[in-house]
């Protein structure tokens, strides 16, 4: 007879992503058996599809204590705390020589794609012998795993928000799918040509949305004919601006200052009050958007960037007794602790297994999943999320109850900082981002604003113009504001 005693099985992981090669780290320090089921051919499949893009927070909030243990007793070389990696870093330094170590290799299953949860023997309806009963762990291929616990970190990027306003594909979106890209596009790898020289319409307001106007921008500085809409759903562009040179992530504030720059200039046209209702297909080969509410407008582009976030699915765990907040579909005991409309990244408070439990004994979302709807989730968020399981789970209910987390928010940052993160993300080394500030020091007597300053200064030494004006936008916003004096 096999044994199908809980205390016997592994907790089966879903996904080999950051916040899922976390958990196992966790376990692995515990000793808690474990297998991680990962859908693609290598870990971190996900963030290995946006490697192009930098992140605006640096290593110091981008990599969790216990896999930082378990990498340095195998010798791992530590990235500076205080850069900022793209996607690709994030593999290269850090995610595969995790996935790589002795302690996780042999547990990750790649080309396991999860598609259904339940319990041994029992559907959603019976309550006796639940807590007692093995998940079930069924995969694409037809095999079926046992489980104690299910710790779900398989992320949203497989499910992205539609183009429509209200949360609906827009009519004729499917049709159009050809001319629509998710997330975020390499415009200067392998989606360049599909930007360069032609008008794109960004459709979103967040930091994606942001991250994409950027690189458009600056695209349309090598490539003539590059064109660049941007719509929104609200009438005034402010709230995506961010905080600017007060963000306690410079790298986060430079994208809202290069972006309100970029509007303020006209080198991106801002369609306001844009609520897309309908996508048809244009006998030149394009695309026009039609918005009805207060009045049609329409934008004909010749590409659609849909920076409209993204959204959990939870068809796989159909089986199993979940507690959801209604609005933002994420565990009801978190939903208020991370509500957009309440809080940023930076203001979350800190959560763990039991905001994170349902009503199903053993099953844990966590990750991005776990936020539901809301944009504002950090790595360093989950990474305490799964210590906090991991811990319970090994029996230690006071480490697990003990959630701490010191995230960045908004608060006053160095212009030297923030400067720092715009010069990275153009490439440019510290020695030539103190360069800058030198020159524009010789400037400052003679312009008008910091930002004319930063501008001459960045002409003289050849820096691209796109570029300059980012860093003009947050020295303006550094500078220029009431009260503050030079450098």
Same mark, same amino acid.
């Given at each position: 007879?096999?044994?199908?005693?809980?205390?016997?099985?592994?907790?089966?992981?879903?996904?080999?992503?950051? =916040?899922?090669?976390?958990?196992?780290?966790?376990?692995?320090?515990? $000793?808690?058996?474990?297998?991680?089921?990962?859908?693609?051919?290598?870990?971190?499949?996900?963030?290995?599809?946006?490697?192009?893009?930098?992140?605006?927070?640096?290593?110091?909030?981008?990599?969790?204590?216990?896999?930082?243990?378990?990498?340095?007793?195998?010798?791992?070389?530590?990235?500076?705390?205080?850069?900022?990696?793209?996607?690709?870093?994030?593999?290269?330094?850090?995610? /595969?020589?995790?996935?790589?170590?002795?302690?996780?290799?042999?547990? =990750?299953?790649?080309?396991?794609?999860?598609?259904?949860?339940?319990?041994?023997?029992?559907?959603? *309806?019976?309550?006796?012998?639940?807590?007692?009963?093995?998940?079930?762990?069924?995969?694409?291929?037809?095999?079926? *795993?046992?489980?104690?616990?299910?710790?779900?970190?398989?992320?949203?990027?497989?499910?992205? $928000?539609?183009?429509?306003?209200?949360?609906?594909?827009?009519?004729?979106? /499917?049709?159009?799918?050809?001319?629509? +890209?998710?997330?975020?596009?390499?415009?200067?790898?392998?989606?360049?040509?599909?930007?360069?020289?032609?008008?794109?319409?960004?459709?979103?307001?967040?930091?994606?949305?942001?991250?994409? *106007?950027?690189?458009?921008?600056?695209?349309?500085?090598?490539?003539?004919?590059?064109?660049?809409?941007?719509?929104?759903?609200?009438?005034?562009?402010?709230?995506?601006? %961010?905080? %600017?040179?007060?963000?306690?992530?410079?790298?986060?504030?430079?994208?809202?200052?290069?972006?309100?720059?970029?509007?303020?200039?006209?080198?991106? +046209?801002?369609?306001?009050?844009?609520?897309?209702?309908? =996508?048809?297909?244009?006998?030149? $080969?394009?695309?026009?958007?039609?918005?009805?509410?207060?009045?049609?407008?329409?934008?004909?582009?010749?590409?659609?960037?849909?920076?409209?976030?993204?959204?959990?699915?939870?068809?796989?765990?159909?089986?199993?007794?979940?507690?959801?907040?209604?609005?933002?579909?994420?565990?009801?005991?978190?939903?208020?602790? =991370?509500?957009?409309? /309440?809080?940023?990244?930076?203001?979350?408070?800190?959560?763990?297994?039991?905001?994170?439990?349902?009503?199903?004994?053993?099953?844990?979302?966590?990750?991005?999943?776990?936020?539901?709807?809301?944009?504002?989730?950090?790595?360093?968020?989950?990474?305490?999320?799964?210590?906090?399981?991991?811990?319970?789970?090994?029996?230690?209910?006071?480490?697990?109850?003990?959630?701490?987390?010191?995230?960045?928010?908004?608060?006053?940052?160095?212009?030297?900082?923030?400067?720092?993160?715009?010069?990275?993300?153009?490439?440019?080394?510290?020695?030539?981002?103190?360069?800058?500030?030198?020159?524009?020091?010789?400037?400052? %007597?003679?312009?008008?604003?910091?930002?004319?300053?930063?501008?001459?200064?960045? +002409?003289?030494?050849?820096?691209?113009?796109?570029?300059?004006?980012?860093?003009?936008?947050?020295?303006?916003? /550094?500078?220029?504001?009431?009260?503050?004096?030079?450098?």
């Amino acid at each position: 007879m096999v044994d199908h005693s809980l205390d016997q099985l592994p907790v089966a992981v879903i996904g080999a992503g950051p =916040i899922g090669l976390a958990a196992a780290a966790h376990l692995a320090e515990r $000793n808690v058996p474990f297998v991680v089921l990962e859908a693609g051919d290598t870990a971190a499949a996900a963030v290995r599809s946006w490697s192009h893009v930098q992140l605006f927070s640096p290593w110091e909030y981008n990599t969790d204590p216990a896999a930082q243990r378990l990498l340095a007793e195998a010798g791992w070389q530590e990235p500076d705390a205080s850069e900022l990696p793209t996607g690709g870093d994030l593999v290269k330094q850090y995610l /595969q020589p995790l996935a790589e170590l002795p302690a996780l290799a042999p547990h =990750i299953r790649y080309g396991a794609t999860v598609t259904a949860l339940s319990r041994l023997g029992i559907d959603r *309806l019976r309550t006796a012998g639940r807590e007692q009963a093995p998940f079930v762990v069924r995969l694409a291929d037809g095999e079926e *795993l046992l489980a104690r616990t299910v710790i779900d970190a398989s992320g949203t990027w497989r499910q992205p $928000n539609a183009v429509g306003a209200n949360g609906l594909p827009a009519h004729g979106e /499917q049709d159009a799918a050809a001319w629509i +890209t998710h997330g975020l596009p390499d415009v200067f790898g392998a989606d360049r040509d599909q930007h360069a020289g032609h008008h794109t319409v960004v459709v979103g307001a967040g930091h994606s949305a942001a991250n994409t *106007l950027l690189a458009l921008a600056e695209l349309a500085d090598a490539a003539p004919g590059t064109s660049i809409t941007w719509a929104i759903r609200s009438a005034d562009p402010s709230a995506s601006f %961010g905080g %600017g040179s007060d963000d306690e992530l410079p790298a986060r504030g430079a994208l809202g200052s290069g972006l309100k720059m970029l509007v303020d200039t006209g080198r991106v +046209t801002l369609a306001a009050n844009f609520r897309t209702h309908s =996508i048809r297909r244009t006998g030149d $080969n394009q695309v026009e958007l039609i918005s009805t509410q207060g009045g049609e407008q329409s934008i004909t582009a010749d590409r659609i960037v849909a920076a409209t976030g993204f959204r959990p699915d939870y068809g796989i765990s159909d089986e199993l007794r979940l507690e959801l907040d209604p609005i933002m579909s994420a565990p009801r005991a978190l939903a208020p602790l =991370i509500d957009p409309n /309440q809080h940023s990244c930076g203001t979350v408070t800190p959560h763990g297994y039991r905001e994170l439990a349902h009503p199903e004994p053993g099953y844990y979302i966590v990750g991005m999943k776990s936020y539901g709807r809301a944009p504002t989730f950090l790595m360093l968020t989950g990474y305490e999320q799964v210590r906090s399981i991991a811990a319970a789970l090994a029996g230690d209910l006071e480490s697990a109850q003990s959630v701490e987390l010191q995230l960045p928010e908004t608060g006053v940052c160095s212009v030297t900082a923030g400067g720092e993160a715009i010069a990275l993300r153009l490439g440019l080394s510290k020695e030539e981002h103190e360069q800058l500030l030198h020159v524009t020091a010789k400037y400052l %007597g003679t312009s008008a604003t910091a930002a004319d300053a930063v501008l001459s200064a960045a +002409t003289e030494l050849g820096i691209d113009h796109t570029a300059a004006l980012q860093l003009a936008a947050y020295a303006a916003d /550094q500078f220029d504001a009431p009260g503050a004096t030079g450098c």
